[in-house]
T-cell receptor, first 114, second 114 residues
Framework: ETGVTQSPTHLIKTRGQQVTLRCSSQ?????VSWYQQALGQGPQFIFQ???????GRGNFPPRFSGLQFPNYSSELNVNALELDDSALYLC?????????????FGSGTRLTVV | KQEVTQIPAALSVPEGENLVLNCSFT??????LQWFRQDPGKGLTSLLL?????REQTSGRLNASLDKSSGRSTLYIAASQPGDSATYLC?????????????FGAGTQVVVTP
């Protein structure tokens, strides 16, 4: 098991630009959740994907979008970046969208918007 | 709307002292509550999971209690060590469908001094 890998680890973007963050799930995991963690705050749920379909979304605008691929890796896309989008973005994967399975978190991507 | 609060935001104790971390939530109809540990530059690690029907869970030096009626959970860490220095977050899931779509508190940053 290689765990959950996120790339890049750090990123600096300009306001108004678009960004794509990537998450490679732990082997065999078909469910992934994405979170945004602003400095000094707890993670906020963005959305979850289960077997390539969106399976729930938090209170984030449509410019936050995602994708899950057949190999269950996933992407988080953010359009029209705003300064408040600066945060640590975490993904977490699980064997299935069910309570019996724990979630493994990646180390995150630190996004800075200037 | 569920609000999860953790007080204090930061805590510093000498090695060997017991740690008491608090988590409160406004909607007592939770499905379960989980305690996580977050180290700088690393992802979240699950420490303890308490189901809504349980009063407490224990793992080694860690003990977590849950009082749903009062909307509170407490994490006790016995005989603290410098390696316990980290940020501790509590998170609730409201239903089986919301597993993996956790609502987090802002965390308590703990420093254990040798």
């Amino acid at each position: 098991e290689t765990g959950v890998t996120q790339s890049p680890t750090h990123l600096i973007k300009t306001r108004g630009q678009q960004v794509t963050l990537r998450c490679s799930s732990q082997s065999g995991h078909n469910t992934v959740s994405w979170y945004q963690q602003a400095l000094g705050q707890g993670p906020q749920f963005i959305f979850q994907y289960y077997r390539e379909e969106e399976n729930g979304r938090g209170n984030f605008p449509p410019r936050f979008s995602g994708l899950q691929f057949p190999n269950y890796s996933s992407e988080l896309n953010v359009n029209a970046l705003e300064l408040d989008d600066s945060a640590l973005y975490l993904c977490a994967s699980s064997l299935a969208a069910g309570q019996n399975y724990g979630y493994t978190f990646g180390s995150g991507t630190r996004l800075t918007v200037v | 709307k569920q609000e999860v609060t953790q007080i204090p935001a930061a805590l510093s104790v000498p090695e060997g002292e017991n740690l008491v971390l608090n988590c409160s939530f406004t909607d007592s109809a939770i499905y379960n509550l989980q305690w996580f540990r977050q180290d700088p530059g690393k992802g979240l690690t699950s420490l303890l999971l308490i189901q809504s029907s349980q009063r407490e869970q224990t793992s080694g030096r860690l003990n977590a209690s849950l009082d749903k009626s009062s909307g509170r959970s407490t994490l006790y860490i016995a005989a603290s060590q410098p390696g316990d220095s980290a940020t501790y977050l509590c998170a609730v899931a409201m239903t089986t469908d919301s597993w993996g779509k956790f609502q987090f508190g802002a965390g308590t940053q703990v420093v254990v001094t040798p």
